[in-house]
């Protein structure tokens, strides 16, 4: 039986609440994104959700989403993965999410709420992301023969994680669907977008 790997995006920091690129940048989470954190831990907990281990990116706002949602639904205690780390941005960290189109076109693709920039200067490409993907999957798997494991990161390294999990194309995920902060997924299944649905949330 193989591991059950799910992924959970952290909660809103600073800079999503300013519309500002995160990428490597390290701001803490908000008061609704520790409120966010507070509610994931809940729905785990009322899904009856078991993990064996908790990896967190060692980005502040991930690794505090871990710690407060594992606290909640009594996880054990969060471990950093160096490889959950967020997509190196490049010139665009720290710019405003909104000059995405002026300063990146048209080597961008746009979803109803996101616009992705693929290759400025000095940015990791979504393949470098799905190749780091499946490296923490294989990481896990190699890890954990059985049981479930919760990895707590960030949108754009997430999707690819699913993407590589599912054996998808990278521009079919993008598009194909949101990932909202403190959102849990279950990446073990066949390539359908397993949401856990967590009733209280408001993101």
């Given at each position: 039986?193989?591991v059950?790997?799910?992924?959970?995006?952290?909660?809103?920091?600073e800079?999503n609440v300013?519309?500002?690129?995160?990428?490597?940048?390290?701001?803490?989470?908000t008061?609704?994104?520790?409120?966010?954190?507070?509610?994931l831990?809940?729905?785990?907990?009322?899904?009856?959700?078991?993990?064996?281990?908790?990896?967190?990116?060692?980005?502040r706002?991930?690794?505090?989403?871990a710690?407060?949602?594992?606290h909640?639904?009594?996880?054990?205690?969060?471990?950093?993965?160096p490889?959950?780390?967020?997509?190196?941005?490049?010139?665009m960290?720290?710019?405003?999410?909104?000059?995405i189109?002026?300063?990146?076109?048209?080597?961008?693709?746009?979803?109803?709420?996101?616009?992705?920039?693929?290759?400025?200067?000095?940015?990791?490409?979504?393949?470098?992301?799905?190749e780091?993907?499946?490296?923490?999957?294989?990481?896990?798997r190699?890890?954990?023969?059985?049981?479930?494991?919760?990895?707590?990161c960030?949108?754009?390294?997430g999707?690819?994680?699913?993407?590589?999990a599912?054996?998808?194309?990278?521009?079919d995920?993008?598009?194909g669907?949101?990932?909202?902060?403190?959102?849990?997924i279950?990446v073990?299944?066949?390539?359908d977008?397993?949401?856990?649905?967590?009733?209280?949330?408001?993101?």
């Amino acid at each position: 039986m193989s591991v059950e790997i799910f992924i959970a995006r952290h909660g809103q920091n600073e800079d999503n609440v300013n519309g500002i690129l995160n990428g490597h940048r390290d701001l803490p989470l908000t008061d609704l994104g520790r409120e966010q954190a507070q509610q994931l831990g809940e729905g785990i907990a009322q899904q009856g959700l078991q993990f064996d281990a908790v990896y967190s990116s060692p980005l502040r706002r991930a690794f505090e989403t871990a710690q407060i949602a594992a606290h909640v639904a009594d996880l054990p205690e969060p471990e950093v993965m160096p490889e959950l780390i967020e997509r190196d941005f490049g010139v665009m960290s720290g710019k405003p999410a909104s000059e995405i189109e002026a300063l990146c076109a048209p080597n961008i693709i746009k979803t109803d709420t996101i616009t992705y920039f693929l290759d400025p200067e000095g940015a990791e490409t979504f393949p470098q992301l799905v190749e780091r993907g499946q490296g923490i999957l294989d990481t896990v798997r190699s890890k954990h023969i059985g049981g479930k494991v919760l990895l707590v990161c960030h949108g754009d390294i997430g999707k690819m994680i699913y993407c590589a999990a599912t054996d998808s194309k990278w521009q079919d995920v993008l598009t194909g669907f949101h990932f909202g902060n403190c959102e849990l997924i279950d990446v073990s299944g066949t390539g359908d977008v397993h949401t856990i649905k967590l009733e209280q949330f408001n993101h």
